[in-house]
């Protein structure tokens, strides 16, 4: 068998947590691939809401097994607030819920240096979340880091005190102080506390050796769904650098994320929104300054699920688009978010940008000046949501998408027009 790609094809935020949801069924094993609580995947049904950032969009089906993999990071007092949140709906993941060893811990230094880091770049910051992503990253890399196994070794706390040491003594050298900063709302110390009693609660989890499971997985002709977080554009590679993640966001990410060969790579599937949104600093070409931007964020709710923060917002952007594409490989396109753009009569398309008086259509290196050229298409300025079938849909919706899959040459094979799982149209 294959394991299929579920991912990301801008810069986060496309609803990949409700598409897996609904994908979920026709799989055995959902996994989480990389990044880490700087994801948000909301998951909406029988009128409850979810707010996914370590655990796989999957767990809502008992009988699926969801894997968080050895490239995601977990900051062991967010799972467990996660875990809380769920038993208090009535669902228990640890009926479901395997965790790789391999996978890295984010300690309290990593979210003080994150802290630290952000601050000392003033007005050039990044926009990052805060939540320790990119120390944790950088210590692994490093080889300094914390993994999931060392939680039941003998050295564990000798481990985390050495690499504490290391990170106080950096915040030093910045001039600061752990008494300058809070971590979510507490002290250094309080969130310690907190981060131990956490790490408990992991330890009640089935720790698992994930490639050789999801490879013996596979050879025994089980169904793996790899799920992405954040979207390619924020790759740490081929991403606005320095305006990304810490992590490969794209295809690739999955056959070290989850330990599998690229021959093992299924379906791709790259999740869009029906126009851009972007958190944080960076490009963003096609971004809207005027009343249709504050309608797409009202009507959209496009606020941060990890963070809060108002997202920016635009037009699609296909030529943003198309490069996402081709870095995934992807087999097939979802649109999410439709419903959002009924409240316009007129829409426009970034198809390709003016970058040094001239038109191209791809992404150049330096992205930080270029200006969208549009095509202006009309508007279906009605409501969707209750729609389940493609041909029910307004024709200027049919013609939207035809004409992204015209530009892009790969068919949109599902469409979400409302934020809950049965508001979404799969074609055949």
């Known amino acids: 068998m294959k394991v299929d790609v579920l991912l990301g094809v801008q810069w986060g935020d496309e609803g990949k947590g409700k598409i897996v949801d609904v994908l979920s069924p026709g799989y055995d094993i959902i996994a989480r691939f990389q990044g880490g609580p700087n994801a948000g995947h909301t998951i909406e049904f029988e009128g409850m809401k979810f707010v996914l950032h370590t655990i796989p969009s999957g767990i809502f089906n008992p009988d699926k097994t969801n894997l968080i993999g050895n490239g995601v990071i977990i900051d062991p007092v967010i799972f467990q607030n996660e875990i809380i949140h769920l038993r208090q709906k009535g669902i228990d993941p640890k009926r479901n819920l395997l965790i790789s060893r391999k996978a890295h811990l984010i300690v309290p230094g990593h979210r003080l240096l994150d802290a630290v880091y952000e601050t000392a770049k003033g007005k050039e910051m990044i926009g990052?979340?805060?939540?320790?992503?990119?120390?944790?990253?950088?210590?692994?890399?490093?080889?300094?880091?914390?993994?999931?196994?060392?939680?039941?070794?003998?050295?564990?706390?000798?481990?985390?005190?050495?690499?504490?040491?290391?990170?106080?003594?950096?915040?030093?050298?910045?001039?600061?102080?752990?008494?300058?900063?809070?971590?979510?709302?507490?002290?250094?110390?309080?969130?310690?506390?907190?981060?131990?009693?956490?790490?408990?609660?992991?330890?009640?989890?089935?720790?698992?050796?994930?490639?050789?499971?999801?490879?013996?997985?596979?050879?025994?002709?089980?169904?793996?769904?790899?799920?992405?977080?954040?979207?390619?554009?924020?790759?740490?590679?081929?991403?606005?650098?320095?305006?990304?993640?810490?992590?490969?966001?794209?295809?690739?990410?999955?056959c070290s994320g989850l330990g599998i060969p690229p021959s093992s790579v299924g379906k791709v599937f790259g999740v869009f929104k029906a126009y851009c949104t972007r958190v944080g600093n960076g490009p963003f070409p096609s971004e809207l300054f005027d009343d249709s931007g504050i309608t797409m964020r009202d009507e959209g709710h496009e606020y941060g699920s990890t963070t809060g923060r108002p997202r920016?917002?635009?037009?699609?952007?296909?030529?943003?688009?198309?490069?996402?594409?081709?870095?995934?490989?992807?087999?097939?396109?979802?649109?999410?978010?439709?419903?959002?753009?009924?409240?316009?009569?007129?829409?426009?398309?970034?198809?390709?940008?003016?970058?040094?008086?001239?038109?191209?259509?791809?992404?150049?290196?330096?992205?930080?000046?270029?200006?969208?050229?549009?095509?202006?298409?009309?508007?279906?300025?009605?409501?969707?949501?209750?729609?389940?079938?493609?041909?029910?849909?307004?024709?200027?919706?049919?013609?939207?998408?035809?004409?992204?899959?015209?530009?892009?040459?790969?068919?949109?094979?599902?469409?979400?027009?409302?934020?809950?799982?049965?508001?979404?149209?799969?074609?055949?």
């Open 128 to 254: 990052s979340t805060l939540k320790g992503i990119g120390p944790t990253y950088t210590d692994k890399i490093a080889r300094l880091g914390i993994r999931v196994g060392d939680i039941t070794g003998d050295h564990f706390r000798q481990s985390y005190d050495k690499l504490k040491a290391a990170h106080l003594k950096i915040v030093n050298a910045y001039n600061a102080s752990v008494k300058d900063f809070k971590l979510d709302g507490s002290d250094f110390d309080t969130y310690e506390e907190k981060w131990f009693e956490a790490i408990e609660e992991l330890k009640n989890y089935h720790l698992t050796d994930s490639e050789y499971y999801i490879n013996k997985n596979l050879n025994a002709g089980k169904r793996v769904l790899a799920e992405g977080a954040q979207g390619s554009l924020l790759d740490i590679d081929f991403g606005s650098y320095p305006f990304v993640t810490s992590s490969n966001t794209i295809t690739a990410g999955v």
């Open 312 to 428: 920016r917002c635009g037009w699609l952007d296909l030529t943003a688009l198309s490069y996402a594409i081709m870095l995934n490989g992807v087999t097939n396109l979802v649109m999410t978010k439709g419903d959002v753009l009924s409240h316009f009569e007129t829409l426009k398309v970034s198809r390709a940008y003016l970058h040094d008086n001239r038109e191209i259509d791809y992404i150049p290196f330096d992205c930080n000046h270029l200006s969208p050229i549009f095509t202006e298409m009309n508007g279906w300025n009605s409501t969707i949501s209750h729609f389940r079938t493609f041909g029910e849909l307004p024709q200027a919706f049919r013609d939207y998408v035809s004409f992204i899959e015209k530009k892009t040459g790969i068919p949109v094979s599902i469409i979400s027009v409302g934020p809950d799982r049965t508001q979404t149209i799969i074609r055949d």
